[in-house]
């Protein structure tokens, strides 16, 4: 397997939370009340899915290794790009939290919020992924060796194999904190 087959894998499993959240827009657009247990979840998709887990691997591996390599101005843009999305992705889910906290708290206005960040993230992550299956993934590849690829992709399932035991320990870490003595 080249080491972009499990990010592709990843991609197909991110982009099946669009049509869940649209439906939630659609939900709120007839003049529901925002469900908060599903904007949790999809927060935790986003975070630890989408972000940790996805992005992590882009970044603190085939970013990391591609850097070093004589990138093509063309490639090193969208890399560039790709960066800065990221970004962007962080802190849009980032304001959807807020929003959820004060709608949660009763701020029924924070519903605008809501819908506007949802609709961000539900534009965005198509297109993000689309820029990397289409136009980067590929083309990226031929600047390894078929040894620095198998390497990669070990690096990428040792990653994986560490982030479960990370979710856990800054969960416990969370709880432990919050704990307030009865
Ligand atoms: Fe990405
Ligand atoms: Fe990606």
Known sequence: MKPIGPLMREHRRIERIIPVLKTELNRIDKGNEANVELLTVAVDFFRTYADRTHHGKEEDILFRELVKKPLSP???????????????????????????????????????DIVKRVTELVNFYPAHIEK???????????????????????????????????????????????????
């Not at 962007?88 to 959807?96: D, E, F, G, I």
């Not at 590849?141 to 982030?163: I, P, V």
């Open 74 to 112: 063309e490639h090193k843009t969208t890399m560039d790009e790709l960066i800065q999305e990221h970004i962007y992705a962080r802190k849009t889910v980032s304001a959807l939290v807020a929003a959820k906290d004060a709608y949660r708290k009763g701020d029924k206005g924070a519903v605008r």
């Open 132 to 182: 990397e299956d289409q136009h980067f993934f590929y083309p990226v590849l031929d600047y390894f060796s078929k040894q620095e690829q198998d390497d990669m992709l070990q690096e990428f399932w040792e990653f994986d194999r560490l982030l479960i035991h990370e979710k856990y320990q800054r969960v416990i870490e969370e709880l432990e904190t919050n704990l307030t003595p009865q």
